[in-house]
């Protein structure tokens, strides 16, 4: 369209210039200056119109397209062509309009989705996207230039919450990986039939609002409470067996001490009998004794004299 422009501004230009120096030629006498004159304006009028379509068709003509990226030919605002990258030649009415193919990046900083509970979640997600080179045009003549508004932004927006309203809201930080899975199987899924390829979603941070962050913390902080108090009531517990079990050893031990003593006594008594006892109470006898009394009917079958130390009776 610019071509067309130039070469109309193009022709009124040099078309005047061009009628001007022969308008004063033709009412010039022959040699003389002003004829000169008007012949140069001529020549210059024709010169300055071929240079300038000359130029401006060439640099309309001529397009460079960078690597990785496709052009697309419009005439008259009509897709007409596609064009690779290189060097490429067109029409000078026609224009291109660059798109690429390459491996692109879109962050979505504010996605807002709803826990089950209603609850508020921010999503910060990254998406990485490509286009066939051979469906731009198409993807241009069916859904337009922006065609990335159209087609990818809606739909992440719109997967992600469906996705996590699936979840309560404490499980959504640990069920990410399900939900970025479910929502980039969706996405390229739905993407497929125009040639865009979903390369990676990615899913930078999850966020809640700051009431139900501070209800968490409350609450983590109020189950740590309770778990030192159940440590406590355990040692305390601990203690108290403890206690008891020695209480038990201790029993156990005077048990056995007692035991071994009634074993023992119970043995001594056995062992008593009656000559041992008196053996024993003649052993406790002093040296020096010279009188003893016997009981009678004792069964002591000791003599007496030896009591008194072998002593013989007086004459």
């Given amino acids: 369209m610019s071509w067309v ?12 210039v061009f009628l001007v120096g022969r308008a004063a030629r033709s009412g ?24 300038w379509v000359g130029l401006h068709t060439a640099f309309a003509s001529v397009k460079p397209i960078e690597a990785g990226h496709v052009g697309v030919v419009y005439q008259f605002g009509e897709i007409v062509g596609q064009k690779e990258e290189g060097l490429q030649f067109i029409a000078p009415w026609q224009e291109i309009r660059k798109e ?5 990046r879109h962050r979505f900083d504010n996605i807002t989705a709803f826990s089950a509970e209603t609850q508020d979640v921010f999503v910060i997600a990254t998406v990485n996207y490509s286009v066939s080179p051979s469906a731009v045009q198409k ?5 337009g230039r922006n065609w990335f508004d159209i087609l990818i932004e809606p739909r992440v927006l719109n997967f992600f919450k469906e996705e996590t309203v699936k979840y309560e809201t404490v499980d ?3 069920e990410r990986e399900t939900i970025r899975n479910a929502v980039q199987s969706r996405l390229a899924s739905e993407l497929a039939p125009y040639s865009i390829q979903v390369n990676a979603l990615l899913i930078d941070n999850i966020d809640f609002s700051p009431e139900f962050k501070q209800a968490i913390e409350q609450k983590q902080v109020a189950t740590q409470d309770a778990l030192r108090e159940q440590e406590k009531v355990k040692q305390k517990q601990f203690e108290a067996e403890q206690a008891v079990e020695t209480a038990k050893g201790e029993a156990n031990a005077i048990r056995e001490r007692a035991n071994g003593q009634a074993d ?5 008594a056995a062992s008593l009998t009656p000559e041992v006892i008196q053996f024993q109470a003649l052993e406790k ?4 004794i010279q009188i003893a009394l016997i009981p009678s009917g004792q069964g002591i079958i000791l003599d007496p004299t030896t009591l008194l130390g072998g002593l013989t009776a007086a004459p």
């Fill in 5 to 16: 422009v130039s070469m109309i501004l193009a022709l009124v230009i040099c078309g005047a």
């Fill in 264 to 268: 023992a006594n119970k043995a001594l």
């Fill in 100 to 104: 690429s193919v390459q491996v692109q």
């Fill in 139 to 143: 993807l241009y003549r069916e859904v």
């Fill in 172 to 174: 959504v930080g640990p």
């Fill in 285 to 288: 006898l002093s040296d020096n």
């Fill in 28 to 51: 010039a006498n022959p040699g003389s200056p002003e004829r000169f004159r008007g012949m140069i304006a001529m020549v210059a009028a024709g010169a300055l119109f071929i240079l």
